[in-house]
């Protein structure tokens, strides 16, 4: 699936309509909920899209450009639906320019080599492991109940993270399974059942944008030292 800024291309990009017409006649506007859900997925895929340009090694410049088209691609999501039409007219002179859109394009194509991918059966695997990590947690009882709690909440935030994946994407999905693999490294060292848990240990594997397996990222290891509560 794709990564934030092909996500975020696909939402703007079925927003643009004819502004001749009325919106809610030429788009088959969803009901509040649906539409405001759509919005806060916009956001998180504007802000992903952020954090791994800020991790990235580019010049200023065109770090400068992607920053004041994050800048347009926020004012589109927030003026969506109600100011579309009216925009020229409230401060919105670049409003779902052809140009905006074009540079969001090429930022997806930018992030390509950023962002590893699963594909179905590794996504399947993830979930089955998922649900024995769910499973476990009901067998030992020699964990801190605030560390279970924790670690049911990674996973199953990692589980709604694989069951709408072409909603949320591969990004959303990588850092889920990260936080999980931290959470699990905890668990091997504090519960006195550590055996139960070392099954884990090589469960987490993510693909690497080059195609190939890499061990849990190092993120996640330090992540395990953290304080419960740091990583969710």
Request: some cysteine; aromatic content about 6%; glycine content about 4%.
């Amino acid at each position: 699936m794709a990564n934030p800024a092909e996500l975020l291309h696909e939402i703007l990009t079925g927003w643009v309509q004819d502004s001749s017409k009325q919106i809610y006649i030429t788009r088959d506007i969803p009901n509040e909920e649906a539409l405001m859900q759509r919005h806060r997925q916009a956001i998180v895929l504007i802000e992903e899209i952020d954090q791994i340009v800020i991790g990235m090694s580019l010049p200023e410049s065109r770090r400068d450009s992607i920053q004041r088209n994050l800048a347009k691609w926020t004012k589109w999501v927030f003026a969506y639906p109600h100011h579309w039409l009216s925009a020229p007219d409230k401060g919105y002179p670049n409003l779902h320019d052809q140009d905006t859109l074009d540079a969001l394009d090429l930022v997806a194509h930018l992030l390509e080599s950023q962002v590893a991918k699963v594909d179905e059966r590794q996504r399947s695997s993830y979930l089955d492991t998922i649900n024995e990590i769910i499973t476990a947690l009901g067998a030992d009882d020699t964990l801190p109940p605030e560390l279970r709690n924790h670690i049911y909440m990674l996973a199953s935030h990692a589980r709604q993270c694989i069951e709408e994946y072409e909603i949320k994407g591969d990004f959303a999905l990588q850092a889920a399974v990260e936080r999980l693999a931290a959470s699990v490294q905890t668990a091997m060292t504090v519960s006195k059942n550590g055996g139960a848990w070392s099954k884990f240990k090589d469960k987490f594997a993510y693909p690497t944008v080059a195609g190939l397996v890499a061990s849990v990222p190092q993120l996640a290891i330090a992540a395990a030292s953290l304080p419960i509560g740091t990583t969710g």
